[in-house]
């Protein structure tokens, strides 16, 4: 190698070198692991939750279900309360359903379109004392959320196969087409 060669093979170790320190500040700076996983509480040591994990499209088990800190969305499981379970529907017949788990209260746009965020899915996502209510506004999307009881326009998720209590009526799948969510869930009527 020729002292041309030398010098050129220098300044491309000392340019990688700074890129790595420059890309490391930057993971740092956004507190991610290096997968595109964020750190929970900006602590380097607090425990790895994904910013989106995908639920796949009309798997065959997408839900309701769970407990206080996990719930079935599709093919995959959110971190509750970090995660909502975003649904999207694709307007063909029969309707298809596609789910992804996401940190914060925006839903990505999922297939045609996003038609649910689900923060609960039933009685069993809430703490005691509170239902799962969901709600569609102006916009289309219905939100589901633990609330003490839920309000005028708004309805009570629930679980047909945990047995879930109703507030009022009983559980059914029969007009979850209201809300836009597949027929594995359930409302009060």
């Known amino acids: ?77 959110c971190v509750l309360p970090l995660h909502q379970c975003c649904i999207g529907g694709y307007s063909m017949t029969p309707p298809f359903f596609t789910f992804a788990c996401v940190t914060g209260d925006q839903c990505p746009m999922l297939a045609d379109d996003t038609i649910a965020g689900l923060h609960c899915s039933g009685n069993a996502n809430c703490a005691q004392g509170t239902v799962c209510c969901i709600r569609t506004p102006a916009m289309k999307t219905a939100f589901a959320r633990c609330q003490m009881s839920c309000g005028a326009g708004e309805a009570q998720l629930c679980d047909a196969k945990a047995g879930d209590t109703c507030i009022t009526g009983t559980c059914k799948s029969d007009n979850i087409s209201k809300w836009g969510l597949p027929p594995s869930y359930g409302v009060c009527e």
């Open 1 to 77: 190698m020729d002292a041309a060669q030398q010098r050129r093979m220098d300044i491309l170790m000392r340019a990688s070198l700074a890129l790595l320190v420059l890309l490391t500040g930057c993971r740092q700076a956004l507190d991610l692991d290096g997968y595109g996983v964020r750190k929970e509480g900006g602590s380097p040591d607090g425990p790895m939750v994904p910013t989106f994990v995908d639920g796949g499209t009309d798997p065959p088990s997408p839900g309701p279900g769970g407990n206080t800190t996990a719930m079935p969305c599709g093919a995959a499981t």
